[in-house]
């Protein structure tokens, strides 16, 4: 009983279908092979990928910036009520990341860099 009660807590630590985080290198490798297709990249599945790959991590920043408010801490970035990035900000400010430390730097945190460098808090 203890075995089986130990491989279900193992597997139920495991998130399922749980990406490998993706770092700017690959992310912007992708993005310049999708650059290249043109129109036709739109129906591509690394189109959608990127895409999500923005979408979750947006997501989660926006996540821990809330929770940071609700805790009464400065968040890491201040948007206005109103406020979107847009792929060639996004493309942009990864390219601006020296491309020796590309490999090392995961999207969420060069997104991360983008907001706070976009929206500083004030005061």
Known sequence: MTGKLLAALLLASVPL???????????????EAL???GMMALMSSDYKALQNEILVHSQALRAERL????AGRRPAYCPPAE????SDEILAAFRSIPAARRPRIEVRDALRALLVRKYPCRG
């Open 17 to 31: 279908g749980a990406a490998e985080a993706m770092d700017v290198a690959t992310f912007l490798a992708r993005a």
């Open 35 to 37: 650059e290249k297709q």
């Open 67 to 70: 929770a940071a408010e609700r």
């Open 83 to 86: 406020s979107a990035l847009r």
